[in-house]
């Protein structure tokens, strides 16, 4: 079946980079995204990546795909205090109203 | 920006009653509304997916008959927690798939309504 993991805590000092990992299973998946969670609030989407992309940048945000080990990796660079929260990696193949699948989200902790 | 509401963010109730919460995205219209719950420290779990005009289809394990899904509008969705029990207790997030454009790629999620059932 679908499965999406991650690490479940990641803990950097502000400044530094931060890199969130996560692996699925399904080959089938055509859109891959991240999500980021503040205490007690829904979901923010930060970015997604089409599968036949290897890369994708945002301003401070790096999304690498490896499709054929099927990673997905979320740089955040010059991580700030403000980016402490969940992220979520999350996949959904190309059928017409098909859910997202979640990891279990790596709680993220920058320290001053 | 899409945006999807739901109200109440937040709700207490006693065991027993039902519980009624609204998903409604804003300024796009949305033929698919997925349900999803989201246990402490624990990832989202699917309850539902919910198409306009038409019966919700449940994942394995969800009660229908116990978490009621109305979709009546391209805009609203429903979930009603029937005969709620403290176990039902936890945080209820629904997001809205665009019909089409731009944002075919793309789920926006409701803020998240907290449930708590004493």
């Known amino acids: 079946g679908e499965d999406v993991e991650q690490s479940l805590f990641l803990s950097v000092r502000e400044g530094d980079s931060s890199v969130i990992n996560c692996t699925y299973t399904d080959s089938s998946s055509t859109y891959l995204y991240w999500y980021k969670q503040e205490p007690g609030a829904g979901l923010q989407l930060l970015t997604y990546?089409?599968?036949?992309?290897d890369m994708k940048q945002d301003q401070r945000l790096t999304v690498l795909l490896n499709k054929k080990d099927k990673h997905l990796s979320l740089r955040i660079a010059d991580t700030q205090t403000g980016d402490s929260a969940i992220y979520f990696c999350a996949e959904r193949n190309n059928q017409a109203g098909t859910a997202l699948i979640f990891g279990k989200g790596t709680t993220l902790s920058v320290s001053s | 920006g899409a945006v999807v509401s739901q109200h109440p963010s937040r709700v207490i109730c006693k065991s027993g009653t039902s519980v009624k919460i609204e998903c409604r995205s804003l300024d796009f219209q949305a033929t698919t509304m997925f349900w999803y719950r989201q246990f402490p420290k624990k990832s989202l779990m699917l309850m539902a997916t919910s198409n306009e005009g038409s019966k919700a289809t449940y994942e394995q394990g969800v009660e229908k008959d116990k978490f009621l899904i109305n979709h009546a509008s391209l805009t609203l969705s429903t979930l009603t927690v029937t005969s709620a029990h403290p176990e039902d207790s936890s945080f209820y997030i629904c997001?809205?798939?665009?019909?089409?454009?731009?944002?075919?790629?793309?789920?926006?999620f409701g803020p998240g309504t907290r449930l708590t059932v004493l």
């Open positions: 997001s809205a798939r665009a019909s089409g454009g731009r944002s075919y790629n793309e789920q926006f």
């Open positions: 990546i089409f599968s036949n992309m």
